[in-house]
């Protein structure tokens, strides 16, 4: 069986649920000899019905807040679903195992278990780095939503902070009109686990906070999940033209077919109805992806398949948003790696924040935000 590699997540850290630092001894466990590789999981779409419908009658959660680069401005602040609550309803649910088949390898202290469990459950560094950054270009118009049809990507949601981020002004957007413009967004993750306990809970989180209420969002508590509730959920991206799928499983050529052949309505499996409704743009995000030289190639290549899969003609533009450290030491991954293998493969890329320069050094590990592109022909 795969040897995993930690961390250096502990029963401590439950509280935080932010991992920021490799462990020293994830040197060690790659040197040890790997008796068997587990096969990849083929890659499965989801509805947002079955991912609702794993989920328990209540669940707890805690706010996370991304900070604005204006002192005018409030921080954003993102529900999160707590890691202990999630971790209770897995050893309390024993059907959940239908979602992976093995279930509970994320809750174990083993942060990464490779091709069974990529690290999902816990909110990690460079995906507050990439929620931070989308916020901040949401509000100096950097970034702009509005007036157009667009699909959001991201690769190894986990927890999903960039989507919420971009779910969040959505919603908020719409309560002011409705709008004429349709939001498709896809979460993918390697576990149908995670995307059912984590990340989808963590979007319904964030878009029933969003809503106008008489009394403010607690920052923590318990949210009732009940029918009502979810139909409510439903009703409310319809309204907002907001469409939620899910995809698990491995990158590769089958994972971008089947993203392809999503329609901008969330129709699966329709290739006429997905290429005349291509988005005017795409947004492709993913954050700590690079750290494993053995899947390096097979991200690297899903990005550029999409980047190209979605950019037909000056109409229709793509971009993705790379969050990852410069080096993951010991365990081999790293920006100049995915750099060597994106120029190989006809990408490019330039660093659009760094926190070096933002943060003044000195904090660790140096992180960076990259955009990536394809390279134009001739």
Same mark, same amino acid.
């Given at each position: 069986? $795969?040897?995993?590699?930690?961390?250096?997540?502990?029963? =401590?850290?439950?509280?935080?649920?932010?991992?920021?630092?490799?462990?020293?001894?994830?040197?060690?466990?790659?040197?040890?000899?790997?008796?068997?590789?587990?096969?990849?999981? !083929?890659?499965?779409? #989801?509805?947002?019905?079955?991912?609702?419908?794993?989920?328990?009658? @209540?669940?707890? &959660?805690?706010?996370?807040?991304?900070?604005?680069?204006?002192?005018?401005?409030?921080?954003?602040?993102?529900?999160?679903?707590?890691? %202990?609550?999630?971790?209770?309803?897995?050893?309390?649910? !024993?059907?959940? @195992?239908?979602?992976?088949?093995?279930?509970?390898?994320?809750?174990?202290?083993?942060?990464?278990?490779?091709?069974?469990?990529?690290?999902? %459950?816990?909110?990690?560094?460079?995906?507050?780095?990439?929620?931070?950054?989308?916020?901040?270009?949401?509000?100096?118009?950097?970034?702009?939503?509005?007036?157009?049809?667009?699909?959001?990507?991201?690769?190894?949601?986990?927890?999903?902070?960039?989507?919420?981020?971009?779910?969040?002004?959505?919603?908020?957007?719409?309560?002011?009109?409705?709008?004429?413009?349709?939001?498709? *967004?896809?979460?993918?993750?390697?576990?149908?686990?995670?995307? +059912?306990? $984590?990340? *989808?809970?963590?979007?319904?989180?964030?878009?029933?906070?969003?809503?106008?209420?008489?009394?403010?969002?607690?920052?923590?508590?318990?949210?009732?999940?009940?029918?009502?509730?979810?139909?409510?959920?439903?009703?409310?991206? #319809?309204?907002?033209?907001?469409?939620?799928?899910?995809?698990?499983?491995?990158?590769?050529? +089958?994972?971008? @077919?089947?993203?392809?052949?999503?329609? *901008?309505?969330?129709?699966?499996?329709?290739?006429? +109805?997905? +290429?005349?409704?291509?988005?005017?743009?795409?947004?492709?995000?993913?954050?700590?992806?690079? &750290?494993?030289?053995?899947?390096?190639?097979?991200?690297?290549?899903?990005?550029?398949?999409?980047?190209?899969?979605?950019?037909?003609?000056?109409?229709?533009?793509?971009?993705?948003?790379?969050?990852?450290?410069?080096?993951?030491?010991?365990?081999?991954?790293?920006?100049? =790696?995915?750099?060597?293998?994106?120029?190989?493969?006809?990408?490019?890329?330039?660093?659009?924040?760094?926190?070096?320069?933002?943060?003044?050094?000195?904090?660790?590990?140096?992180?960076?935000?990259?955009?990536?592109?394809?390279?134009?022909?001739?």
């Amino acid at each position: 069986m $795969a040897q995993p590699f930690s961390f250096g997540f502990g029963s =401590e850290d439950l509280d935080n649920n932010v991992e920021t630092e490799v462990s020293a001894n994830a040197e060690n466990l790659l040197d040890q000899p790997v008796e068997q590789e587990s096969p990849l999981s !083929e890659p499965r779409l #989801h509805t947002l019905q079955e991912m609702l419908s794993h989920l328990p009658s @209540s669940i707890t &959660y805690t706010t996370h807040q991304i900070p604005s680069n204006r002192p005018d401005l409030d921080a954003r602040c993102l529900p999160r679903r707590d890691l %202990f609550d999630i971790r209770a309803q897995v050893m309390a649910e !024993e059907d959940l @195992s239908s979602l992976d088949s093995n279930a509970t390898a994320g809750l174990l202290s083993d942060d990464i278990l490779s091709r069974v469990y990529e690290g999902g %459950f816990k909110t990690w560094e460079c995906s507050i780095d990439l929620a931070k950054y989308i916020s901040n270009s949401l509000v100096t118009e950097q970034l702009v939503l509005r007036g157009t049809d667009t699909r959001i990507i991201e690769l190894g949601a986990g927890t999903a902070l960039p989507t919420a981020t971009l779910l969040q002004y959505l919603a908020s957007t719409a309560l002011s009109s409705r709008p004429s413009t349709k939001t498709h *967004i896809t979460v993918a993750d390697y576990n149908a686990q995670v995307l +059912a306990l $984590a990340t *989808i809970p963590n979007l319904l989180l964030t878009f029933i906070s969003a809503q106008p209420t008489s009394d403010p969002w607690p920052t923590e508590g318990d949210l009732d999940i009940s029918p009502a509730l979810t139909s409510d959920f439903a009703t409310g991206l #319809h309204d907002a033209g907001i469409q939620i799928s899910a995809v698990s499983g491995a990158w590769g050529s +089958a994972f971008v @077919s089947l993203l392809s052949n999503i329609s *901008i309505d969330g129709r699966g499996n329709d290739e006429n +109805a997905a +290429a005349a409704q291509k988005p005017t743009l795409t947004l492709i995000l993913a954050s700590e992806t690079i &750290y494993s030289p053995s899947s390096i190639r097979a991200f690297t290549q899903t990005v550029l398949a999409l980047l190209g899969s979605n950019s037909a003609g000056p109409a229709h533009r793509a971009v993705a948003l790379v969050a990852a450290k410069r080096v993951y030491f010991g365990v081999g991954g790293g920006v100049d =790696e995915f750099l060597a293998v994106l120029t190989e493969m006809g990408g490019y890329a330039r660093c659009v924040w760094d926190s070096s320069e933002a943060e003044g050094g000195g904090h660790g590990v140096n992180r960076c935000i990259l955009e990536v592109g394809l390279r134009p022909v001739g």
